[in-house]
């Protein structure tokens, strides 16, 4: 029997995609998607929809919580996420179709499975097509996260969007500090790229928070680490900054440990220690750090995200329109 007809559910689709273009030691495939939208009813996250346009990401993060989603296509190999990129293939039509199911005042996300906005969106634009097909629509909230400077490539159509929907750009920054994040993000844009990318769509008036998650026990929960990236974002023009503990599921973990024992094997024994129990830390240190983040909020004169009420525009006639 072949190796194809072994595989069932996504790990058959994307072994069916056609190889893209090799990038270094990056593989990008196409992968056959029956669905881009997909529901999530988790109390855990603000949103009802999510899209992600990629699988895998280049960036590689050390700490990624998404590594999981490999594992669904068989490529359990540790490092597959970063070097294998799966772009969905892209299909406008079913995309639209797809948004009839999206209530008023609903929330897309975008990116949070992967980073939309990773290198290989220079090549495929594929969250570009997305956004292009959510300016037929109005009313909702519309949130995307990234890491990536490249962002700002879409700030026009962000500001486009926000004139009938919620729209919330969350750029991840964990530090200002270019050679920590080289260690624990090292192919991601520097701080300072991102930070940029946050004053270009608050100039175009689009409203942008910093996001300083995960915060790193023992690496990154210092308060000056945490001060410095608050004010930081207040002065690029983020409109709100926020940040929550590290959570390492068993899939991260195994990146994540031996990388702590490379690069700080003096932290080793508390981190597995600590998430032996589970991926969230419980107890007083995440209050401590939900405290800390609480003041150097208000030392920096930012706003917690929680503050924005969604913005969605009054209805035109019984119910908001999509695609009017
Ligand atoms: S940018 Fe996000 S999705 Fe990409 S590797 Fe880092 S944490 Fe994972």
Redesign the pocket.
Known sequence: MSQLVQLTGIARLAAQGDRLEEKRHVEYRTLPTRKWLNRCQSGRVPFDWTVNPYRG?E???KY???RYTHEFMERREPTAF?TEIYAKDWDTSEFRRELQSVKPAQTIAIGT???PY?PAERRFERTRRVLETLSGIRGISIYVTT?SDLVSRDASLFATLSKDNDVRITVTVTTVDRELARLT?PM?PRPDLRLKAVAKLAAAGVMVGVIASPVLPMITDSRENLANVAQAAKTAGASYFCAGVLFLKPSAQRVFFPFLAEKFPQHLARYQKSYLAGAYLKGTYPERIRQMVSEVREQAGIQPREFFRPFVPAPTDSQLLLFP
């Open positions: 990401c960036f590689g993060c990624c919580y998404a970063e499975a992967t980073d990773q890491k993000e991601a």
